[in-house]
């Protein structure tokens, strides 16, 4: 297992409790983005610089995860790209992406880009609250643990 980090948008808290994580349990954690971002030194850390444009950085996670990664991204699309792969999909919030809910949230992103697209302000997720850290972590402790029996 390799966990693929898409973040541009991942937030600091939760790259954090990544960076932790792989070198508690000596996973390799990449991180992919189109801009410069800073790592800890560690074998087991490391960092790809995509270029700039419309899902470059979603593309690189598809095009490098295999069956059995995990994947952070709150990017539904590529979300449902790494679980055909056979991928695991985790959200910043904590949310674990599925074959069951994965086209539920597909159909409810399309809505409300829709909506947007038509001019209604539908605002934003609220900021990344105490409850999602913990739900993140609790959710990336269990795949970790379960990797760690299935070895």
């Known amino acids: 297992m390799k ?3 898409d973040a541009d948008a991942c937030p600091a808290v939760i790259k954090e409790i990544l960076f932790r994580a792989a070198e508690r349990t000596t996973i390799q954690l990449t991180l992919i983005a189109n801009h410069v971002l800073r790592i800890p030194p560690s074998s087991y850390i490391s960092f790809v610089q995509v270029s700039s444009g419309f899902d470059v950085a979603d593309d690189e996670i598809v095009k490098r995860c295999h069956s059995g990664d995990l994947v952070i991204t709150s990017d539904i699309p590529l979300a449902a790209e790494v679980i055909e792969k ?11 992406y599925t074959t069951d809910n994965i086209k539920d949230r597909l159909t409810m992103r399309d809505f409300m880009d829709n909506l ?3 001019g209604i302000d539908t605002g934003g ?18 795949i970790l ?6 070895k």
């Open 3 to 5: 966990i693929w980090v």
């Open 86 to 96: 056979g991928g695991l999909a985790l959200s910043p919030r904590g949310e674990l």
């Open 116 to 118: 947007r697209s038509s």
């Open 125 to 142: 997720p609220p900021a990344l609250n105490q409850n999602d850290r913990k739900l993140f972590a609790n959710h990336l402790d269990k």
């Open 145 to 150: 643990t379960q990797h760690s029996l299935n």
